[in-house]
Each structure stands twice: as structure tokens, then as C-alpha cells.
């Protein structure tokens, strides 16, 4: 697949389809391969994970030719996204609401910043996948049916795939990050968790810590290769 000249690099030079509607009613969109879907690439499900989006939209405005084999949500979450939110605009966390049989109605919490504790308080919503968010996610993974999901996260600086697959064993070598069968610490109600549960692969691409620009030149390019299936 050719690639953009970077003077072309402001703009995604192909429409999205409508696959939802954010609680906010902010459009949720996917941009859909041209033959069947191998790849899902999500971003954005953590509205204060902004360079999840950036990367994953940089990496898109780069190509030269639509989607073959990959599916593309560059902001699964646009209502936080926008509002600087880890949740969306109920204050639900979305990576808490998916119909896992470990999901729990009570509160969770998370970080401020990395060196914080976690206690900042967030909802899992009034009952597993409540989110119109979450719902919509679901039913375009139920027509998408791709063989694995890649979700971008930030700061954990790790590849996370339960089933140590080769896709995931191939972007760990790639990115120089450890892969790892988990995030350390429980995540009832998670898209992991539906996905192992539901035989679906999900694979979590967890960026490190750095400067924005420091990111896209490290991970832009791996999510390119991603994209057009050169990676190495």
C-alpha cells in the first residue's frame, strides 16, 4: 500500500460510516475495510488518553489507498475525549462496562496522574454494557467479526494479550515493550474480559509514558505497518 507525501497528512482523505451515537449524540465512526475485516484498531475508549487518538488518526492520514484488511475508531469515547474525561459524559468508564461475567456495579477508581493514587471515582454504569457507546462498540464487532482487536491505552508501556499470540509477540519486538498476559491488577467488566470470554482476540496496546511528539515517532510507524500489514 503507498503512502502520503506529508504535505498531505492534515486531513483523512476518505469518508467514515456512522456505526452509533455517543451519549451526547457526538457521531461514533469507523472507517471500514474494503474486503472482510481482519483487524479492528480502536482508540480513544479513556478520554483522557488523547494521544491514542492522535497516533491512531496520524497513522490513517498517512496512507495512500483506503483500508483493505483493517477497520479504523479513532475516538471509541468522544464524549470524554472532548470533555478530558477518562469516562464518558455520565461518568461511566467504559473499559468497566462491558457484559463480562466479571463485571461489577460498584464504583471503580483510577489514577489523577501515574504517581497518584488511584482515587479518583467513576461509575461502571447502571447494568453491564448500559453505555450507548459500549452497545455500539459491541454490535460492530458482531458484523465486523475481525479475527483480533487491537485497543490502544496509555501509560502502562506494555502489550497486553492473554493469549500470547503472534501478532502480539510480533508488535512487543516491534515497540521494544515487554508483552505481558495482563495489566497486574483486576479489570472486572473490560473489554479484555468480554473478549476472552466471547472468543474474541483483543490485544492492548498500552503506550509508555513520554512527550506526545515522542510518541508519534516511536508508535506512528508501528500502527502504519499495523494498518497496511507490513509489520515486520
Given at each position: 500500500m503507498s503512502?502520503?507525501?506529508?504535505?498531505?497528512?492534515?486531513?483523512?482523505?476518505?469518508p467514515p460510516d456512522l456505526y452509533g451515537r455517543s451519549h451526547l449524540g457526538l457521531p461514533l465512526e469507523v472507517w471500514r475495510p474494503?474486503?472482510?475485516?481482519?483487524?479492528?484498531?480502536?482508540?480513544?475508549?479513556h478520554g483522557e488518553e488523547p494521544?491514542?487518538?492522535?497516533a491512531l488518526s496520524r497513522a490513517l492520514r498517512q496512507l495512500g489507498e483506503p483500508l483493505t484488511h483493517a477497520a479504523?475508531?479513532?475516538?471509541?469515547?468522544?464524549?470524554?475525549?472532548?470533555?478530558?474525561?477518562?469516562?464518558?459524559?455520565?461518568?461511566?468508564?467504559?473499559?468497566?462496562?462491558?457484559?463480562?461475567?466479571?463485571w461489577r456495579p460498584e464504583s471503580v477508581?483510577?489514577?489523577?496522574?501515574?504517581?497518584?493514587?488511584?482515587?479518583?471515582?467513576?461509575?461502571?454504569?447502571?447494568?453491564?454494557?448500559?453505555?450507548p457507546e459500549t452497545q455500539a462498540l459491541l454490535a460492530l464487532i458482531e458484523e465486523l467479526r475481525p479475527d483480533v482487536v487491537v485497543a490502544l491505552h496509555a501509560p502502562?508501556?506494555?502489550?497486553?494479550?492473554?493469549?500470547?499470540?503472534?501478532?502480539?509477540?510480533?508488535?512487543?519486538?516491534r515497540t521494544g515493550m515487554p508483552l505481558v498476559p495482563d495489566v497486574g491488577y483486576p479489570t472486572p467488566?473490560?473489554?479484555?474480559?468480554?473478549?476472552?470470554?466471547?472468543?474474541?482476540?483483543?490485544?492492548?496496546?498500552?503506550?509508555?509514558l513520554a512527550a506526545t511528539e515522542v510518541l508519534m515517532r516511536d508508535h506512528v510507524p508501528v500502527l502504519v505497518e499495523l494498518l497496511t500489514g507490513t509489520l515486520p
Amino acid at each position: 500500500m503507498s503512502l502520503r507525501p506529508r504535505p498531505q497528512w492534515g486531513t483523512i482523505p476518505w469518508p467514515p460510516d456512522l456505526y452509533g451515537r455517543s451519549h451526547l449524540g457526538l457521531p461514533l465512526e469507523v472507517w471500514r475495510p474494503q474486503r472482510r475485516c481482519e483487524l479492528l484498531v480502536f482508540a480513544g475508549i479513556h478520554g483522557e488518553e488523547p494521544e491514542t487518538t492522535y497516533a491512531l488518526s496520524r497513522a490513517l492520514r498517512q496512507l495512500g489507498e483506503p483500508l483493505t484488511h483493517a477497520a479504523v475508531v479513532l475516538a471509541a469515547n468522544p464524549d470524554g475525549l472532548i470533555r478530558g474525561t477518562r469516562g464518558n459524559a455520565l461518568g461511566v468508564d467504559l473499559n468497566r462496562n462491558f457484559p463480562s461475567q466479571n463485571w461489577r456495579p460498584e464504583s471503580v477508581t483510577c489514577r489523577s496522574t501515574i504517581e497518584d493514587p488511584s482515587d479518583v471515582v467513576l461509575g461502571t454504569g447502571d447494568h453491564a454494557g448500559s453505555e450507548p457507546e459500549t452497545q455500539a462498540l459491541l454490535a460492530l464487532i458482531e458484523e465486523l467479526r475481525p479475527d483480533v482487536v487491537v485497543a490502544l491505552h496509555a501509560p502502562l508501556a506494555c502489550i497486553d494479550d492473554a493469549n500470547h499470540s503472534v501478532l502480539g509477540q510480533r508488535i512487543a519486538k516491534r515497540t521494544g515493550m515487554p508483552l505481558v498476559p495482563d495489566v497486574g491488577y483486576p479489570t472486572p467488566g473490560s473489554f479484555g474480559s468480554w473478549g476472552q470470554e466471547h472468543g474474541v482476540a483483543v490485544i492492548t496496546y498500552e503506550f509508555p509514558l513520554a512527550a506526545t511528539e515522542v510518541l508519534m515517532r516511536d508508535h506512528v510507524p508501528v500502527l502504519v505497518e499495523l494498518l497496511t500489514g507490513t509489520l515486520p
